[in-house]
């Protein structure tokens, strides 16, 4: 679903004020760098001296390429945000060996941790009389087992990863609709409102992968201050570890619940029979999706009149 993602934005110009605006932030710490390496506020004030001297054409030529410069920056790193997505993700190359091993003995922790939390709560909720105190750690199992894929997985070896895995895979295991393959189709008959909900949170998400992009480049500055090499390290790992796995909760809930809310219009669009009950939605959902991927023949289903 990744280049469909890439795809769905605003407007050309929203767009690049959205990517500008963080590139303004990462130039301007960029060049606060620069002027304590070389003497601090005098620095800047030599800067701005040799600007004064400058014509008007010169002063306006510096100004375009400054801002070019700012925004080139920061459509960069906006072709960048989808790659980095997929590594917090955890889709990591299979080169050298140790990384793929890595990958390997982190799936394998996160399924043992699966499985012992899974257990602990089986056993939680056949206990006879369970207390206050089983009660909030049932609900807390919960919650939590919810941010996995159902077992046994597949997992992924990262927080951000098992999160956005486990929400395109519940419609699947709930309604039988494979979420990558019927997504374009689905997305197309979903209201302007829904819509605008699940851009605005997946917009939210790329701009936390972005921070932790523009926290590792501003480590490039240490050169001129140490003091760039502990900033920006501290903005990338916040972002990686807090703002990401956060914002990709929200989306991933926004994705399920585009399909809890608005699969019937899907079914009515493909003049599909809606389904009866749950366990018949289920085997037409499978149905839909191999429709929708390669195609059936035959007579069944037969199709509803157009509304």
């Given at each position: 679903m990744t280049a469909f993602w890439s795809s769905v934005n605003g407007k050309l110009t929203d767009k690049l004020a959205a990517i500008s605006a963080p590139a303004l932030v990462f130039w301007l710490g960029g060049l606060a760098a620069w002027s304590l390496g070389h003497g601090g506020v005098r620095a800047l004030a030599r800067a701005?001296?040799?600007?004064?001297?400058?014509?008007?054409?010169?002063?306006?030529?510096?100004?375009?390429?400054?801002?070019?410069?700012?925004?080139?920056?920061?459509?960069?790193?906006?072709?960048?945000?989808?790659?980095?997505?997929?590594?917090?993700?955890?889709?990591?190359?299979?080169?050298?060996?140790?990384?793929?091993?890595?990958?390997?003995?982190?799936?394998?922790?996160?399924?043992?941790?699966?499985?012992?939390?899974?257990?602990?709560?089986?056993?939680?909720?056949?206990?006879?009389?369970?207390?206050?105190?089983?009660?909030?750690?049932?609900?807390?199992?919960?919650?939590?087992?919810?941010?996995y894929p159902d077992p046994p997985g597949p997992f992924q070896p990262t927080r951000t990863g098992n999160l956005l895995r486990s929400a395109e895979g519940r419609p699947g295991a709930k309604y039988g609709l494979d979420a990558v393959t019927v997504w374009p189709q689905l997305w197309l008959v979903l209201p302007a409102s829904t819509k605008d909900e699940i851009t605005s949170a997946r917009t939210a998400l790329d701009n936390s992968v972005a921070a932790t992009l523009w926290g590792m480049l501003f480590c490039v500055f240490t050169p001129w201050t140490i003091l760039a090499l502990p900033a920006g390290l501290l903005v990338a790992v916040v972002a990686a570890v807090a703002w990401v796995p956060a914002r990709a909760e929200i989306f991933g809930s926004m994705l399920e619940a585009a399909f809890d809310l608005h699969r019937a219009a899907l079914y009515q669009q493909l003049r599909w029979p809606l389904p009866a009950n749950p366990d018949d939605e289920y085997a037409q959902g499978l149905l839909v999706t191999q429709y929708l991927w390669r195609g059936l023949t035959g007579t069944a289903p037969e199709f509803t009149p157009p509304q």
């Amino acid at each position: 679903m990744t280049a469909f993602w890439s795809s769905v934005n605003g407007k050309l110009t929203d767009k690049l004020a959205a990517i500008s605006a963080p590139a303004l932030v990462f130039w301007l710490g960029g060049l606060a760098a620069w002027s304590l390496g070389h003497g601090g506020v005098r620095a800047l004030a030599r800067a701005a001296g040799w600007l004064g001297k400058q014509s008007s054409f010169g002063a306006a030529a510096t100004l375009v390429i400054v801002l070019a410069g700012v925004t080139a920056s920061g459509l960069i790193v906006s072709r960048a945000t989808l790659p980095a997505l997929r590594l917090l993700e955890g889709y990591w190359p299979a080169r050298p060996a140790w990384v793929a091993a890595y990958r390997k003995h982190r799936v394998a922790k996160v399924a043992d941790q699966v499985d012992a939390e899974l257990a602990t709560w089986q056993d939680l909720r056949l206990k006879p009389a369970p207390e206050a105190s089983d009660l909030a750690e049932i609900y807390r199992l919960e919650v939590a087992l919810h941010r996995y894929p159902d077992p046994p997985g597949p997992f992924q070896p990262t927080r951000t990863g098992n999160l956005l895995r486990s929400a395109e895979g519940r419609p699947g295991a709930k309604y039988g609709l494979d979420a990558v393959t019927v997504w374009p189709q689905l997305w197309l008959v979903l209201p302007a409102s829904t819509k605008d909900e699940i851009t605005s949170a997946r917009t939210a998400l790329d701009n936390s992968v972005a921070a932790t992009l523009w926290g590792m480049l501003f480590c490039v500055f240490t050169p001129w201050t140490i003091l760039a090499l502990p900033a920006g390290l501290l903005v990338a790992v916040v972002a990686a570890v807090a703002w990401v796995p956060a914002r990709a909760e929200i989306f991933g809930s926004m994705l399920e619940a585009a399909f809890d809310l608005h699969r019937a219009a899907l079914y009515q669009q493909l003049r599909w029979p809606l389904p009866a009950n749950p366990d018949d939605e289920y085997a037409q959902g499978l149905l839909v999706t191999q429709y929708l991927w390669r195609g059936l023949t035959g007579t069944a289903p037969e199709f509803t009149p157009p509304q």
